[in-house]
């Protein structure tokens, strides 16, 4: 079975900053991209940041410039470097990856549970 769990986020002033963690552990063959998304209150889920296993990135408009996007293939997991918060940014931000299971499954979502990210002075 396949868990992915975050860690790191919390309460931070505007301008502050924050690195959001997560962690891919189970049954895992290979993991094709891994990033994140977010969804801020009364608000959809939105993509973030998303890394393939090359180290290719790509961001949303609204974070380029402040955030950085950072993965670890050796140990499964990713990173999310957060700088020059806004209060805008304040969201529950979740894990995700596509990844193979097993070699007898096909490629498929994961997520994790999501952590809380609240900017305010």
């Known amino acids: 079975q396949v868990q992915l769990v975050e860690s790191g986020g919390g309460l931070v002033q505007p301008g502050g900053s924050l690195r959001l963690s997560c962690a891919a552990s189970g049954s895992i063959v290979s993991i094709r991209t891994m990033g994140w998304y977010r969804q801020g209150p009364g608000k959809q889920r939105e993509l973030v940041a998303q890394i393939s296993n090359a180290g290719s990135a790509n961001y949303v408009d609204s974070v380029k410039g402040r955030f950085t996007c950072s993965r670890d293939n050796a140990r499964n997991m990713v990173y999310l470097e957060m700088n020059s918060l806004k209060p805008e940014d304040t969201a529950v931000y979740y894990c995700?990856?596509?990844?193979?299971?097993?070699?007898?499954?096909?490629?498929?979502?994961?997520w994790g549970q999501g952590t809380q990210v609240t900017v305010s002075s």
């Open positions: 995700h990856a596509l990844l193979l299971p097993r070699w007898s499954m096909p490629w498929s979502d994961y």
